[in-house]
């Protein structure tokens, strides 16, 4: 029978610690996850606060950084401001754009 150290005990708690939080090619990491969610906060108060958006029309979600956004508005122009304004936040990496028009 193997005897347990407690530096053995650490080091496979360490392993399973990373190997539960992991990201793979379709889920995300806990860290990416939180990232994720404070872009998509920050695209969604940058929607809002725009005057020319209704922000009800625009779905906003994020994935590694990566934020789409979906939905029905009115005009072109809305089109791109709502990417502009997704493209400033920080921690952005792209947006793709699945806005359709009204």
């Known amino acids: 029978m ?7 005990l650490f080091a496979i708690l360490l392993l399973v610690l990373f190997v539960g939080c ?8 806990t860290g990416e996850y939180i990232d994720d969610t404070v872009i998509t906060t920050r695209v969604k108060t940058a929607i809002f606060n725009d005057s020319t958006l209704k922000s009800s029309e625009i779905n906003v979600e994020t994935f590694k950084g990566v934020v789409q956004l979906s939905g029905f508005v009115s005009s072109k122009e809305n089109i791109e401001t709502a990417v502009r304004l997704a493209e400033a936040v ?5 947006v793709n754009n699945d806005m359709q028009l009204k």
């Open 22 to 29: 992991a990201s793979t090619a379709t889920q995300s990491g």
């Open 2 to 8: 193997t005897k347990f150290y407690p530096t053995m």
């Open 90 to 94: 920080k921690g952005v990496k792209s």
